[in-house]
T-cell receptor, first 108, second 117 residues
Framework: DAKTTQPPSMDCAEGRAANLPCNHSTISGNEYVYWYRQIHSQGPQYIIHGLKNNETNEMASLIITEDRKSSTLILPHATLRDTAVYYCIVRADYKLSFGAGTTVTVRA | GAGVSQSPSNKVTEKGKDVELRCDPISGHTALYWYRQSLGQGLEFLIYFQGNSAPDKSGLPSDRFSAERTGGSVSTLTIQRTQQEDSAVYLC???????????????FGPGTRLLVL
C-alpha cells in the first residue's frame, strides 16, 4: 500500500471547519483513500473513502486532487466530540494499517 | 443499527493462561477481521475470514494464536499460554465483503483490552 504523510497535530475551533491534509504521492490507480478516526480508548471509526471523485457523507467531505497525490478531509462544523486521532489510509486490499495520524484537538 | 460487538471489554489474566475473545460482526457482513493495537503502536493485522473461504492467517504472530468463525457469523480469537507481550487491544472489524476490487469499508468494534500479568 502507498505511504501517506499527515501532520502530527492540529487545533481547530469549535464550530469551524477542520481541514485535514494527507499526502499520498505514490498512490496507484486501484488504491482507494480511506479516513478513519480513533477517539481515546475506542475502536477506530470509519469516516469516508473515495477513489478519485470528491465524496460527502453525513460526517465529512473528502476532496481528492486530480492527480490523486493528496487529499483533504473536511469536518464542516467541528465539535468537541471530534477530538481524535485521524488516519488517512491508502489501500488496495483488506489489510488495514494505520500510521501515526493527525491528532486533532477541537477547542471551545 | 447494531455495530460490531466484542466481549469481554477488558480481560486481565496471568501469564501462561489461555484466553478467548469474542466478536459479533454486523449482521449480513461476510468479511471479518482481527487486528491488534499495542500501546503507542499502530494497527497490526492478525487474521481475515471471508465467507466459506480459507482464512488468511498470515498476520498471526505465533502458533499460540488461533481464530475460528462459526456459521459465518461469530468469531473467537484464542490465545494460548499468554505472554506479557500479548497485552494489547484486540480489535475486530467486519465488512460487507472484501473481494478483489471492492472498496467496502471495515467497521470496528470497541475492542477487548487484554492485560497479561
Amino acid at each position: 500500500d502507498a505511504k501517506t504523510t499527515q501532520p502530527p497535530s492540529m487545533d481547530c475551533a469549535e464550530g469551524r471547519a477542520a481541514n485535514l491534509p494527507c499526502n499520498h504521492s505514490t498512490i496507484s490507480g486501484n488504491e482507494y483513500v480511506y479516513w478513519y478516526r480513533q477517539i481515546h480508548s475506542q475502536g477506530p471509526q470509519y469516516i469516508i473513502h473515495g477513489l478519485k471523485n470528491n465524496e460527502t457523507n453525513e460526517m465529512a467531505s473528502l476532496i481528492i486532487t486530480e492527480d490523486r497525490k493528496s487529499s483533504t478531509l473536511i469536518l464542516p462544523h467541528a465539535t468537541l466530540r471530534d477530538t481524535a486521532v485521524y488516519y488517512c489510509i491508502v489501500r488496495a486490499d483488506y489489510k488495514l494499517s494505520f500510521g501515526a495520524g493527525t491528532t486533532v484537538t477541537v477547542r471551545a | 443499527g447494531a455495530g460490531v460487538s466484542q466481549s469481554p471489554s477488558n480481560k486481565v489474566t496471568e501469564k501462561g493462561k489461555d484466553v478467548e475473545l469474542r466478536c459479533d460482526p454486523i449482521s449480513g457482513h461476510t468479511a471479518l477481521y482481527w487486528y491488534r493495537q499495542s500501546l503507542g503502536q499502530g494497527l497490526e493485522f492478525l487474521i481475515y475470514f471471508q465467507g466459506n473461504s480459507a482464512p488468511d492467517k498470515s498476520g498471526l504472530p505465533s502458533d499460540r494464536f488461533s481464530a475460528e468463525r462459526t456459521g459465518g457469523s461469530v468469531s473467537t480469537l484464542t490465545i494460548q499460554r499468554t505472554q506479557q507481550e500479548d497485552s494489547a487491544v484486540y480489535l475486530c472489524a467486519s465488512s460487507l465483503g472484501a473481494l478483489a476490487g471492492t472498496s467496502e469499508p471495515q467497521y470496528f468494534g470497541p475492542g477487548t483490552r487484554l492485560l497479561v500479568l
